[in-house]
């Protein structure tokens, strides 16, 4: 039976662009975009059009260009939101307009000042004007993680029976627990009249650290659409990261999900959004951090150099990284000083090796990290001593 496949709804240039010091020029999103499209994401939301001109222009070109993905555009649920996120669209091979408004009791009495029934035709409203320019319509109950299950489902059955194609449950604040955030997809797809008739859409935020998980949780009890952002990026501590879902996914084969992410250009495109919003991806970062599949335990460069499944479940070449990093420090054993010394072209005997054992030790108390240099230095200084 083959695998269900999870739609990819990348949100970098909308959500992720929001981050202070992110900005992107128009040319910088567009390099973006093409790259999303060449990974095989089916969904980027390139901007939010009302926004501001830039943010329509951008948008608009993007829409011009684009043939395999959908371009999407958030709107708020305000007429001329809509209006502004359509025309920009208009051009689209493949347009969505995203919109929506807030359902939690904090967002209805006290951001949005009024009653949920007045949020509930807001809602509908809003997803019947869209669909009078397009036909794929994603509706975002925002701050769902925290919006009473029962409102939350009267919401959602709603937009769906007003025309939206998709729709967005929100942890807007990062607030639920993986149990938590699944067993409300498990509720919607249990108790909405209609719910077969649009897809469920995941959109996690990482304020606790566990926006990854909430996506997988999420697409474990039935949703069919994650939300993510490349490295994570977005406001405050960040979205979903699309690496690491895409991974999850692709690895644990008995979750019967995947994704028509082509993997091999995940640490590209980390590197290009990195380089591009001036935001660097952290050392251990999961998939494309600089040390994923960096080693410098002696115990684990022993078991690596024997065989490299023994401390990596993913082959660096899956995602785009050069190749498994055999790090020198004084916590490196024989095995590793052994492993590099023949990368150099250096054939050591088992005398030789613990003599340069010894040195190698001391060399590393000192300089913290070996470099090929180092040891080059390192063998001819032996040779001649």
Sequence with gaps: ???????????????????????LNCDEKIEIARYLEKLGVDVMEVGFPISSPGDFKSVSRIAAIIKESTVCALSRAVKKDIEAAAKAIQSAARPRIHTGIGTS??????????????????????????????EDVEFYAEDAGRTDNEFLAKVIEAAIKAGATVVNIPDTTGYCLPSEYGAKIKFLKENVKGIHKATISTHCHNDLGLATANSISGVMNGAGQIECTVNGIGERAGNASMEEVVMIMRKHNDLNFDTRIDTKHLCKISALVSSKMNMPVQANKAIVGSNAFAHSSGIHQDGVIKSRETYEIIDPEEVGALDSSIVLTARSGRAALNYRAKKLGYELGKEELDKHYQNFLALADEKKVIQDQDLVQLFQVSATA
Aim: glycine share 6%; aromatic share 8%.
């Design 1 to 23: 039976m083959p695998n269900t496949q999870i739609q990819i709804f990348d949100t970098t240039l909308r959500d992720g662009e929001q981050v202070p010091g992110c900005q």
């Design 105 to 134: 009791d904090s967002h209805v009495f006290n951001k949005l000042r009024t009653s949920r029934e007045n949020v509930l035709e807001r809602g509908v409203e809003a997803v019947k004007y869209a669909k009078t320019f397009v």
